[in-house]
């Protein structure tokens, strides 16, 4: 008795877009169980220290946002809540920066690696934008001081017309959508570049081509 | 996956892939990594809680400084002060900073507009019931624009000269109605009655401050309160905030600008700093490409440290 080979799906969108995916990032290298030997310092922990402070900022922030833009003010519970998210700022930066020295002294943008450096300095940039919105968005006199100082900065290089540091309303969109979004797509796409190329060898091992 | 590839002629970085491997656990590292974090953010927060100074109300501006409220309105309907001599986004009164000659500020255009007078008269025209406020708008009004310039600007000059700013120490002079206008502002404010009243255009929603703090601004409280807290634009504050908080760190550099020269005693200091900022940014983008710096690493060798067990295994 004969049988139907299994229909793959190919010539399909559906299966085009699945073999892009293995292809970029294969299952095995996505979540691998086994690391490079060299891979054996406390610096690679920075990174997933990074992660980890990212997600208990947007996890904090979440929780704030129930709330409201100023239940902090009123609340006890909305305080510590505010607390734990500045302080999971200053850890998030504080690992984001040493992980960034990290890579730098590795050189860890050999290799087809150039890529994953970008998006780790842009999401960078990017987290300073949204914690810099942060502190505009509290409504109280730290808010009031840094937005008048700020907006100098801003319109003396043409964009306050578009980007008012004096308007809250605009300053908290930015904050709690647009940047967290751009920090979270750019994070992920950092993290798949790590995966797919894996940790970068150390400096020395190099191979003399012919 | 990662094939080998060029670094200079004649070197190659190794696949990773092609190296002894170990077991290594992502999946609990990560959540020991997110157990760590999110205690540490717990404890901290419990510790060390975290800054809320209360924001500045227009009143309190008025009853703890009234003398600079009479003089910002003053300022404000002779077109001196910060605000009103801006440029672009408020207005089109300077050409505002540029750098290396381009004109930065002003090719933004004016896209938040703000009559500064209007920060002063807007108010008023909304008080009822005062005879003395309504008696100097019309007075106001009646006047041509250049005499409602002189007036103001007399006044403005006179309390600049009083001692301590003292609206009663002002000697008589041809102030028109300014002194009954700045009085009925001030009133007005330490009654509370400017709260609010600057954030939107007529609408019940107000979520745009820009006008309250251009005018919170324009006076020298916000900026008195600010230094005495030390958190200045030349004490480090743009990255400070209250108290003995870490407020932004990692605005250090763009902070340290403005401490040293030449960016301490420039005009155009915002437009420089920022332009330096943005090369600087770029530079560290495409780091992985610019030569020499890309090749720090090797000639300073912390990658020694960081792989010293693979470099040992090597040896032996």
Redesign the interface.
Known sequence: MSTAPPDTGGGTWTAGLRDRLSRTV?AD?L???????????W?Y?FG??T???L??VVG?GLVLSFGGAIW??TSSLG??V???????V????A?M?IHLW?K????A??????LT??TG??AF?AS?GA??TG?LT????????????????I????????F?V?????MLMWHIVLLPLAVGVIAVLHILMVR??????????????S | MTTTTTLRPGRRTPDSHGYPTRSYDLVKEFVLALGLMTALSLVLAGIFSSPDDPSITMSGWAKADPADVVATAAGELAGTTTSATYGAPYNHASEGQSVLGLQLQKWGGVGVPVDSADLVLQPLRGVTGDPRTSLALAAWDALPASAQTAAATAYADALAKAPDGDPAQVPAGRYGPLPAMTAAFLRLAQGGGLEGSLTSSGTFYGGDQTRSMLLLSDGAYLEDTAVADHLGGDQWGMMNEVGNYPGQPWMWLYTFWYQVKPFSTSENADAQVWMLMMGLTLALILLPWIPGLRSIPRWIPVHRLIWREHYRRQRT
């Open positions: 294969p290298q979540l691998p169980d086994r690391q490079p030997a060299y891979v054996a310092s610096i922990v997933v220290l992660l980890a402070g997600i208990v904090s902090w003010h305080h510590f505010n607390s734990v998210h500045l302080w999971s200053e850890l998030f930066f690992c920066v990290g730098f002294w590795m050189a943008w050999r290799g087809h690696r150039g450096w970008v300095v842009v940039v300073i914690a810099f502190y509290q409504s109280n006199f730290d808010s009031q001081w840094i937005s008048g100082e700020a907006k100098d900065g319109n003396s290089i043409g964009v306050g017309s578009w008012n004096l308007n809250p309303g605009q797919r190329h894996g940790v970068v060898p150390p400096l020395g091992d190099e191979e003399v081509s």
